[in-house]
């Protein structure tokens, strides 16, 4: 199977990944270049075609350089903010507010929007899981503990009278990177799995998986925010006309998109062929891009909700969370940024 290819060609994704960090590490702010992090994701679309397309090299000039980096979870693009080896990047609600709260002066704040919607629980073939109380007893995947699809996970077993095993329930979490959780869905040894686009568009064409329920289904007016564009605001406020001019791109790329699917379909595929070697098909691309939508609304409301559930599972800490200034507010007719909520 493709996706088979995938997998194997994650780790090298993660490999060429971290040897970026290492020799690129460099403390110094450069006016004339900006590093961007995103992932392998349909998810991350606007990144995707405005690095494969030029539109980004375009926006931000000839004279600035643009350097990226592939990563495949939050954490790492975190870690990279903090260790300054990246500028900006692409991820989900659960790392951007991780890295608000834990960076120094909370210099690591949401810049924009890049998707809503995008994650769906699949269940095994063999498995009868119909209803929420069917996942008593049940051995369900979701990735990195923490990660957005980990938080949405736990907090529907809570509201659903749940509870994971190590916290004295019946299910029964495996906390597993995708291309693991794949592999546990071809064996049968899970019963379902909490998964962001195209993981669960592969679970479900692929290997028959059911999809039980769409994440969106769960969130007020069907949409929440799946992918947010975070940024060193100190590095915003040293390059703001860079940053002006990313952000400008950033909502032209996702008008873009959403007039040509079919092209967007093309260059994701073209890109995972040059950085995986292998591609997905047509119509698994164009189902999984179908099941987002593309949008550069950071959806601030679902942001605060999304806090509220990780705090009450204990990943934001024991004294509690404020989230005063997440938003940097950056006003595109001028080159002068400031901090909201």
């Known amino acids: ?28 702010l450069n006016e004339n270049k900006i590093r961007i992090a995103y992932f392998p994701n349909i998810g991350h679309a606007i990144p995707i075609v ?4 030029g539109f980004f090299e375009a926006s931000i000039g000839n004279t600035t350089k643009i350097e990226t980096r592939v990563f495949d979870s939050g954490p790492q693009a975190i870690e990279s903010l903090f260790a300054n080896s990246i500028d900006v990047a692409y991820v989900g609600p659960g790392p951007a507010i991780n890295g608000f709260l834990n960076s120094e002066n909370h210099n690591v704040k949401i810049l924009a929007g890049a998707a809503s919607g995008g994650a769906s629980f699949i269940v095994h073939p063999l498995s ?14 979701a990735p990195q503990i923490g990660n957005t699809q980990d ?13 994971p095993a190590e916290k004295g329930g019946s299910v029964i979490i495996y906390n597993i990177p995708n291309p693991d959780i794949y592999t546990l869905f071809v064996k049968g040894d899970i019963d379902g799995a909490w998964v962001a686009e195209p993981w669960a568009t592969i679970l479900e064409y692929e290997l028959d998986g059911k999809r039980l329920f769409h994440e969106e289904e769960l969130w007020p007016n069907n949409e929440f925010a799946s992918v947010l564009l975070i940024g060193n605001t100190n590095f915003a406020e040293k390059n ?22 079919m092209e967007t379909r093309i260059i994701f595929n073209n890109f995972l062929n040059s950085h995986l070697g292998q591609s ?9 891009l179908s099941n987002l939508v593309i949008t550069d609304d950071p959806l601030s409301d679902s942001v605060h909700s999304f806090a509220e559930k990780a705090d009450a599972l204990g990943y934001l800490g024991r004294n509690g969370y404020d989230l005063s200034g997440i938003f940097y507010y950056f006003d595109t007719n001028s080159i002068n940024g400031n901090d909201t909520t």
């Open 1 to 28: 199977m493709k996706s088979h290819l995938i997998i194997s060609a994650s780790i090298a994704v993660i490999l060429i990944s971290v040897s970026g960090i290492a020799l690129n590490s460099e403390n110094s």
């Open 50 to 53: 405005g690095i494969e397309k």
């Open 128 to 141: 009868e899981i119909n209803i929420a109380s069917d996942f008593a007893g049940k051995k369900i995947a």
């Open 151 to 163: 938080v949405s996970l736990r907090n529907y077993l809570s509201e659903n009278g749940l509870k």
């Open 240 to 261: 703001p006309t860079i940053i002006k001019n990313l952000l400008k791109s950033n909502s032209d790329i996702a008008d873009w998109i959403n007039q040509n699917p």
């Open 280 to 288: 997905l098909s047509d119509d698994v691309v164009d189902i999984a």
